[in-house]
């Protein structure tokens, strides 16, 4: 019903820039908060960047300042600019979003399939 992918991840040496990007598509009445996780081996999925549909921002400590979380609302696309990244920028990126899928249902949850991200020399 709806789809969730992502573009942009790569490799990278340690104070480049990458951008990430992820389209939602499908049954879509509105979208609220879209949001970047991430997964590094063995470690736990931890939040990078959210944004809902006001355009307020939510950056985790560790990437404040290097990174900008962005959306388009007309093509159901958010954004994720990485600038000075740091070899444990490394992982999996996963975006998600919360929507609806018409003006009476409730909000679900989707996960995007991932993107690799390798900051290395």
């Known amino acids: 019903q709806v789809q969730l992918v992502e573009s942009g991840g790569g490799l990278v040496q340690p104070g480049g820039s990458l951008r990430l990007s992820c389209a939602a598509s499908g049954n879509i009445f509105s979208i609220n908060a879209m949001g970047w996780y991430r997964q590094a081996p063995g470690k736990q999925r931890e939040l990078v960047a959210t944004?809902?549909?006001?355009?307020?921002?939510n950056y985790a400590d560790s990437v404040k300042g290097r990174f900008t979380i962005s959306r388009d609302n007309a093509k159901n696309t958010v954004y994720l600019q990485m600038n000075s990244l740091k070899p444990e920028d490394t992982a999996v990126y996963y975006c998600?979003?919360?929507?609806?899928?018409?003006?009476?249902?409730?909000?679900?949850?989707?996960w995007g399939q991932g993107t690799q991200v390798t900051v290395s020399s």
């Open positions: 998600n979003a919360d929507l609806s899928h018409s003006a009476l249902s409730r909000f679900y949850t989707y």
């Open positions: 944004i809902i549909s006001s355009g307020s921002t």
